[in-house]
């Protein structure tokens, strides 16, 4: 069965569960260029519900589905970009704070150095001490990043 087939398929199904891609993926999502869209999931709500709105994007529902190949339209909703990014958020999806793989900082090092910079201690000597540059500690002290802490 080709990619297009199944789509033309398995988009029609109406059932709870995922409904995974099993072809190509970009990111995690499935890879499929149909109804002018690149993505399986966009794809599937363009045909289930409606054309994209603009300035949206196809999200999965928070908690229902943490699968990124699933393209169930049950399981999807047209959302602006800052409400897919609330939506990751709230699922623990996201890979903010310890979770990025670049981060060299723990979430109970940006707390002790909050409690430095409160006692008066400089960012140099804590950018020193925890092995980061200055503009790190500027950006948890400013709370640019780590802000949700």
Same mark, same amino acid.
């Given at each position: 069965?080709? %990619? ?16 995974? =891609? %099993? ?13 002018? +869209? ?30 990124? !190949? ?7 909703? =047209? ?18 704070? +310890?979770?990025?793989?670049? !981060? ?41 990043? =780590?802000? =949700?802490?």
């Amino acid at each position: 069965m080709t %990619p297009a087939e199944f789509f033309d398929e398995a988009v029609w199904r109406e059932t709870g569960e995922c409904i995974v =891609w %099993p072809f190509s993926l970009d990111r995690g999502y499935g890879l499929h260029k149909r109804h002018g +869209e690149q993505l399986a999931h966009a794809a599937a709500l363009v045909v289930r519900v409606g054309p994209r709105p603009p300035g949206h994007d196809a999200a999965h529902l928070p908690i229902v589905c943490h699968n990124r !190949a699933c393209f169930n339209y049950r399981h999807l909703r =047209w959302a602006t970009r800052r409400e897919n990014l609330l939506d990751r958020n709230l699922d623990g999806t996201s890979n903010r704070g +310890e979770r990025n793989g670049h !981060a060299k900082l723990t979430a109970a090092d940006v707390l002790v150095i909050r409690s430095r910079l409160a006692g008066g201690d400089t960012r140099r000597r804590l950018a020193a001490n925890f092995g980061v540059t200055m503009d790190c500690i500027r950006f948890i002290d400013t709370r640019r990043t =780590w802000g =949700w802490l």
